[in-house]
């Protein structure tokens, strides 16, 4: 059986990534959940079990992609980028500090999927219009497509990862902010450094700034662009109140994805049926399907394998759990994807016998690991596959080769420093 277990999984994720015939990724997770229902690797149950654990991440990722699709078609997002553009005065180098910064701050709020969604278009149409020559084009392509994962940590709704690792261990929005958000800023300053350094050569050309357009320009539709403020005050409330009252954060994002929609209803300017029809609902049927599979390599033993991993770690200290788990879950994001990773994860946490403050010290140290470990390889996360199909859209295509390379120069120093960064934040600030 633990043979079994493993070729589903192995053969789930072969299937997910290379997608022979264009299969959707929603209909290989559940083959493949319903394969391990046949072979009673699951029982259904679990299936139960499973679906509770994801429909609020899920749910929320939705909502979330959403939100930004529509303030996408208000020029939202084209009218924050351009005003960060004029203010770099030409400097490459200040042009790549504009973009980790914007990305991180879209990201934050937006959840990563989504960031790298608007961010690709909006920066590549920037190295159009510039003029930049290849080696510069893909240092800012690199700096949006690392962050929007590197820098998806400061908040539960950033990434379906942290919601799926919160709502698995109770860890409300307030808690989790209130350690990850030095931390982020660690990231992303770290980031901000490894880029500077790693394409500085690249980032020699002064940049026509005069070539873009007034930021005015770029508001589609006044209306929105003023809700969209709106919305997003409702969304600070929200989330800054979930804790205290319990609210899930897919209710939070639902209201604001409601509110936006009715208003986009009513605007000529925004596609309504198609942008919800082409919204990301497959997610939720993708996650419910990985999810039972990893169920079954639980009952394979190999989440115990895990579990007893952990406990490993933390006999040895608390800077040994943080670097041990972080270290492990990036490495099994980077070849397995993050979410299964994430998913492995938060079940071997709940079978391990760890003291609390352990245990929520190694998930966010998994967190960070599932968050920014995928960047070592084009298949660690589903935001890297997205980025990488939509340049390749837009004519600028991104090797494998040249990904790992990039990947492998950047991820493991902002890895080591993030871990770092948490572990010292834990003993300053307090355990989560």
């Not at 209710?251 to 029809?277: I, M, N, S």
């Not at 009952?299 to 006999?315: D, H, K, P, T, V």
Request: glycine letters at 10%; a positive charge; aromatic letters at 8%.
């Amino acid at each position: 059986m633990p043979a079994i277990a493993g070729l589903v999984f192995a053969a789930t994720l072969a299937l997910v990534f290379w997608r022979p015939r264009g299969l959707p990724i929603a209909w290989t997770t559940t083959l493949a959940a319903s394969a391990c229902l046949a072979l009673g690797l699951v029982t259904p149950g679990e299936v139960v079990l499973a679906a509770r654990g994801v429909w609020d991440a899920t749910l929320a990722f939705v909502a979330a992609v959403l939100i930004t699709l529509v303030l996408d078609e208000a020029g939202f997002f084209a009218w924050a980028a351009l005003h960060l553009a004029r203010r770099t005065r030409g400097d490459a180098r200040l042009a790549l500090a504009a973009v980790v910064v914007f990305s991180g701050v879209v990201t934050a709020v937006f959840n990563n999927d989504g960031a790298v969604l608007i961010l690709t278009p909006i920066v590549s149409g920037f190295a159009e219009r510039l003029g930049l020559p290849r080696p510069a084009a893909l240092a800012l392509f690199l700096a949006a497509g690392f962050v929007v994962d590197a820098g998806s940590l400061p908040f539960t709704v950033s990434n379906l990862v942290n919601i799926l690792a919160a709502d698995a261990f109770g860890i409300g929005f307030g808690t989790y902010a209130r350690i990850m958000i030095p931390v982020d800023l660690v990231a992303l300053s770290a980031s901000l450094l490894v880029l500077v350094l790693a394409f500085r050569r690249a980032l020699s050309p002064r940049l026509d700034v005069a070539a873009l357009p007034e930021p005015a320009s770029a508001v589609r539709d006044p209306v929105l662009f003023r809700w969209g403020w709106g919305v997003l005050a409702l969304l600070a409330a929200g989330y800054g109140a979930s804790q205290a009252f319990g609210w899930p954060a897919s209710a939070v994002a639902g209201v604001g994805a409601l509110a936006l929609l009715l208003r986009a209803a009513f605007r000529p300017t925004v596609p309504l049926g198609p942008l919800v029809l082409h919204a990301p609902w497959r997610v939720i049927v993708f996650a419910l399907g990985l999810f039972v599979v990893v169920y079954a390599l639980r009952g394979a033993g190999l989440i115990a394998w895990l579990s007893a991993s952990l406990e490993a770690w933390a006999r040895r200290g608390e800077l040994a759990l943080v670097l041990g788990t972080g270290v492990g879950a990036a490495l099994l994001s980077s070849f397995a994807n993050n979410l299964p990773a994430t998913l492995a994860h938060i079940l071997a946490l709940q079978g391990a016998a760890l003291a609390p403050g352990d245990l929520r010290l190694a998930l966010l140290s998994a967190v960070v690991g599932c968050d920014q470990g995928p960047k070592m390889t084009p298949i660690g996360s589903l935001a890297t596959l997205l980025w990488l199909e939509t340049l390749a859209r837009r004519g600028f295509r991104v090797t494998w080769g040249e990904y790992v390379r990039a990947g492998l120069l950047l991820t493991p120093p902002v890895l080591l420093v993030t871990l770092l960064s948490l572990w010292a934040a834990a003993r300053l600030i307090g355990p989560p």
